[in-house]
């Protein structure tokens, strides 16, 4: 199918039948049940699985093929963030032209950075990303918002006001549309004691993700993505038989920093507010953050890597005192109070204490992310002995 | 003039805090050849020391005077910390306020012990790993540092004072007919970071242990077919490097109230400032170090703002991309460092 082996085939399969079905797998438990908040099966998350998603699928490109850590990929995400709400300002609330012109200016700004930054490459290429990431969230934040020449209203966030021009814009259309669906608008199915929700934005983004991700099939599969494993795998060796690996590694910076120039435009339009702090380097650090949870290098990893922390942000953030006392309340007094006192640093606030500690445990024992993971349970399954070569690439 | 050579001492403390963590990572790398995210973290704690430290001497024993009453009427509750009963009025109190400079005696020891904890724990595991996997895996445990630290203190900063001595303002340019006064506790922070870069240097260069080590730094593998356990004394050089920034730390909450997340601005800038130096060289990071601090408070005067608005802001990178691309080893980078 769509020029995909079987394998392929079956796994996009796999991924298009779970972002459809989204709604009811994401929501397993009643609602009036205690294990409600487990639930993720909310609009707001829903989408911000998927946009992250395409950003950690586009980061892969670049890290998981080439082996070129980059940790300044926010200020592409920041860069399309700003674009579509100038495109909001400008023309009319309708997405289309938005995440066009995220993309456009994403392509170029990634471009003109990896143009600079791939003449180093190691530490030197990291840090150099790094540099240009911050000095873009210093300008957007501060030197690009003065008076004379607001172009992202620093603080506050650059947003929509009344008086803005929106050239085309339609009466009665007040948020971000696509030809007349609004991305809010929400259908709720309830059955039982179940209430499901189906919004239109995570829709759209979940479309979007959805070809996103077939093209990164594609590029896996490609020529191109051929020799961009090749570069990571010995990049000396491919100069010394006379190719030129700039060309390649350059392509791959674009269309991942499109990629994130396209998830940041999709931010946007779920909520039409762009703010400097979705540039900074510890955003850089999250995407780096799923695709290494996920896998590095394979398909289905970075989403899963993206899903898993942004469920575990969500989740583990909402669970206090109050709800762990709740679980415990059945064990004797001192040992509920102090499974709790545990627990309390690990939950709520301190949930980027799991995080971090999570992300050592998978960068220590699991090199491969989860998706490696994966594999060896079900190699160990079969009976067969787990691979003892760690750098293996998963599919 | 007077405007001129301000901005150089402000440059001066600035980048004395760069140099001494700059300092710290380039030791890391060049024994270990470890990348090292979690060292503005190591800097951060250093700080936190200070504070713990502060608190300790201030942990008071309560005692109820019932001559005195206070503004309900109820017996007074006067608070004493244990140091003053211990030592007396007089030197309890003035042992408080010094409680910052004490905080490096009570520094080096923990400094040491987490540096080399860190490296026999963690980082002896990931010698033969890839650089991206030495990077993740220390920003994994930068995140659980800061979270810790964020755990115990709050995410508030906390105000660390400067002895009294040395907290006013000295007047510098009276002798030589200038208006210059500044801040006594910052030109003690520049002038206890020279101490400390020298005595680094010192180190390394005038005793046997640092010979080792900087034959180390050559070529590791010979210096072990010597017979000598290079292993250990790179360790130790792992805690000297985390004892270094912690130190750095310390003395700097006068200056700037310590919060959790000091780890991670520092970070990013010291990463920078040890490219500009060259990976691997000791006197490129110092002077690195110094020389972006200068031209840090240099972009920040108001000439400069309103020449090119937010100069100040991005100049560091501007300067370190400049210096990367133009000279790809940094200003004093050595040969085969990093090169691949």
């Known amino acids: ?98 995440l066009f012109l995220s993309v456009i200016i994403a392509g170029i700004f990634s471009l003109f950075i990896g143009f600079l930054c791939l003449r180093r490459s190691g530490i030197y290429f990291s840090i150099l990303t790094l540099a240009f990431a911050q000095m873009s969230f210093a300008i957007a934040y501060s030197v690009l918002s003065n008076p004379k020449f607001n172009l992202t209203n620093g603080e506050t966030g650059l947003q929509v006001y009344a008086d803005d021009i929106q050239l085309f814009q339609v009466e009665n259309l007040t948020t971000p549309h696509l030809f007349g669906w609004t991305m809010n608008t929400t259908y709720e199915l309830t059955l039982s004691a179940w209430d499901f929700q189906f919004n239109v934005g995570y829709y759209v983004s979940a479309c979007v993700m959805l070809f996103m991700f077939y093209i990164s099939i594609r590029i896996f599969r490609s020529p191109f993505g051929l020799m961009l494993r090749a570069v990571k795998t010995n990049q000396t060796r491919l100069n010394y038989t006379g190719v030129n690996t700039r060309p390649h590694t350059l392509a791959a910076f674009v269309i991942s920093g499109m990629y994130a120039g396209l998830a940041g435009g999709l931010l946007a339009s779920m909520d039409p507010l762009a703010g400097a702090e979705r540039m900074q380097w510890t955003a850089s650090g999250e995407v780096v953050l799923m695709t290494i949870l996920g896998g590095a290098g394979t398909l289905l990893g970075p989403l899963l890597g993206a899903g898993f922390i942004k469920y575990f942000e969500n989740i583990l953030s909402k669970i206090n005192d109050n709800v762990l006392h709740a679980w415990f309340q059945y064990l004797p007094e001192w040992l509920e109070n102090s499974l709790v006192w545990v627990l309390h640093w690990f939950t709520g606030k301190g949930w980027h204490l799991t995080l971090g500690l999570l992300f050592m445990i998978i960068v220590i024992f699991l090199p491969g992310g989860l998706m490696d993971g994966a594999n060896r349970i079900r190699e160990a399954l079969r009976g067969r002995k787990a691979k003892k070569n760690l750098q293996t690439p998963v599919e | 003039m007077d405007a001129l050579l301000l901005q150089i001492l402000n440059g001066l403390d600035k980048g004395s805090a760069y140099a001494l963590i700059a300092l710290g990572l380039t030791l890391i790398f060049g024994t270990l050849g470890v990348v090292n995210f979690a060292h503005g973290a190591l800097f951060m704690i250093g700080a936190f020391c200070s504070v713990t430290l502060n608190k300790i001497l201030n942990l008071s024993s309560t005692t109820i005077d019932e001559t005195q009453k206070d503004f309900l009427g109820n017996p007074l509750k006067v608070k004493t910390p244990y140091v003053e009963s211990w030592f007396g009025e007089v030197a309890g109190q003035s042992i408080i306020e010094w409680s910052v400079p004490l905080a490096i005696i009570f520094a080096i020891p923990i400094m040491l012990a987490i540096g080399v904890i860190m490296e026999r724990g963690l980082i002896k595991h990931f010698y033969k790993r890839p650089h991206a996997d030495q990077i993740l895996v220390t920003f994994g445990l930068a995140i659980v540092l800061q979270e810790v630290v964020k755990a115990f203190f709050g995410a508030n900063p906390i105000q660390t004072p400067a002895p009294d001595a040395l907290s006013g303002v000295l007047d510098l340019g009276g002798a030589i007919g200038l208006q210059l006064s500044y801040p006594v506790w910052r030109i003690t922070y520049f002038f206890f970071s020279v101490i400390v870069i020298g005595g680094v240097f010192a180190f390394l260069q005038f005793t046997t242990f640092g010979m080792v080590v900087r034959a180390g730094m050559q070529d590791r593998e010979t210096v072990g077919l010597l017979g000598i356990n290079i292993d250990r004394r790179f360790t130790i050089m792992f805690g000297v490097a985390a004892a270094v920034a912690g130190l750095a730390g310390v003395m700097y909450t006068p200056i700037n109230p310590p919060n959790y997340h000091w780890g991670m601005d520092f970070l990013v800038l010291s990463f920078v400032v040890v490219v500009v130096g060259g990976m691997g060289s000791l006197p490129g990071a110092v002077l690195a170090g110094f020389l972006l601090g200068i031209l840090e408070s240099f972009a920040s005067t108001t000439w400069a703002t309103t020449t090119i608005p937010g100069i100040n802001q991005i100049i560091i990178y501007l300067v370190a991309i400049i210096i990367l691309l133009v000279r790809p080893r940094g200003l004093m980078g050595r040969e085969g460092v990093m090169e691949e």
Request: net charge neutral.
């Open chain 1, 1 to 98: 199918m769509l020029n995909l082996n079987q394998r392929d085939t079956g796994t996009f399969l796999f991924v298009i039948i779970i972002a459809v079905l989204a709604p009811f797998i994401m929501n397993p438990f009643p609602t009036d049940s205690a294990m409600a908040q487990f639930n993720a099966g909310y609009p707001d998350l829903m989408q911000r699985f998927v946009i992250f998603g395409i950003f950690a699928i586009g980061f892969n490109i670049l890290f998981g093929l080439t082996g070129y850590l980059s940790f300044g990929h926010a200020a592409f995400l920041g860069v399309g963030s700003y674009a579509a709400v100038w495109m909001f300002k400008l023309l009319s609330y309708n997405i289309v032209p938005a």
